[in-house]
């Protein structure tokens, strides 16, 4: 994707090639943002550096107001242009992936502001589990988004495949969570902060996948038929363990 | 709402407005399926109701096969009619309303998932918070789909208010499971289960303000300015409880 070298001022003048390009420049701008904002916060919780936790609540603002932006574009540019079949597709995908990264950033905010209160809390062993798992995620969104911008429906076919992985990661982390809080409940709080954060990396592994599933079919045309490596992931790892 | 008597076939003799009440009543549908959901799952909950619990589970893909037909014919809509001004806000709104109603019902399957799990195991009392701050977020859920129906935006206003009441709820729920836990460390499993769906619950109804928020947009053409509530909600009530 070519960088745009437009402001968004002088959209009057674009040709509707630019105004596609300066959409994909957003969302490109906003993927790299959510990116960014995950992998701070992992500095965060490996280093317990609080001060850059809230740098990273502080910029989510920044990445609402560029989904505000997107959704702005795309329905101005349906409604100037009245696109048909592939570019239809493209800015009706663009609105769908600018939501899948809000909330990717979301939950990074999230899991920064647990952070802050981590550090005011006696060190948990199981703590290392956060930056393992959320650096696999990490790259599942770096890989979806270079998949995305480069239109490989492979790349992305293949960030889709570790979603197990990050479920195994997942559901392991849970089991020794369970584990530290039974051996010590001293420990309880910090492990329920843990818990979720451990909950959101693995909800950001999904949205990692509805974007290389939405790829899918922006460039196919239809949705895939076979149904995610598994269907019910947002529970089953906590029953199978724990139960 | 008209209820619509037109099937999906027939579309293409439809007339646009035919077509416009056709998306109305799919969001309709899809807002009373997932309400449905969380109604059920609540009862699952109360009554320790495994069967009724996989029900909930097994209809889940009924609403999600809902939001894709909801989709194509919003893309279908765009690309034939080409609406401009309300009615193009109208069909890109209705997109990201059936996005919200599909993140609720997804909530209410992963609810019930964690519910057939509690029921083989001791009874923990901090359970019956759970149908109590349900309770809300289902009137919550209800109202601001008869609000979207209506074009209310008063009525959206009031559901977005009642955001903080269930974030109070939450937090205290969320306390008296800490405390349970500390006291009883054999009840840490359950307890991990139902912190998970009381911040379901939450979710649910911050879904509810999200699709509050879409409607003002819709009718008013201008996004709320004035912050919400609280803007931090989905991990300050922890922190404040827990540290």
Chains 1, 2 share one sequence.
């Not at 609402?64 to 959704?71: A, F, K, M, T």
């Amino acid at each position: 994707m070519a960088v745009s070298s437009h402001g968004s001022e002088d959209h009057t003048v674009r040709s509707f090639d630019g105004e596609l390009a300066h959409l994909a420049d957003m969302i490109a701008r906003m993927g790299g943002l959510a990116e960014a904002q995950l992998a701070a916060v992992l500095r965060a919780v490996s280093g317990r550096e609080a001060e850059l936790a809230a740098r990273v609540v502080g910029a989510d603002p920044e990445i609402d107001r560029l989904e505000q932006e997107i959704y702005a574009w795309t329905v101005r540019l349906l409604a100037l242009r009245q696109p048909l079949a592939q570019d239809l597709r493209t800015i009706v995908s663009a609105l769908k992936v600018s939501g899948e990264l809000e909330r990717i950033a979301d939950y990074a905010a999230n899991i920064a502001k647990r952070t802050i209160v981590l550090i005011g809390l006696p060190t948990v062993e199981a703590t290392a589990g956060i930056p393992r798992l959320g650096r696999v995620v990490q790259e599942m969104i770096h890989d979806v988004l270079d998949a995305y911008v480069q239109g490989d429906v492979d790349k992305a076919l293949a960030v889709r495949q570790r979603d197990g992985e990050v479920d195994a990661m997942y559901t392991s982390l849970v089991r020794e969570l369970i584990a530290t809080m039974i051996d010590d409940p001293r420990t309880i709080t910090a492990c329920t902060h843990l818990m979720f954060m451990a909950k959101n990396i693995e909800r950001i592994g999904d949205h990692a996948t509805n974007i290389a599933e939405m790829l899918y079919y922006l460039v196919r045309g239809t949705t895939l038929k076979d149904a995610r490596p598994k269907d019910d992931r947002t529970t089953a790892p906590d029953p199978d363990g724990e139960a």
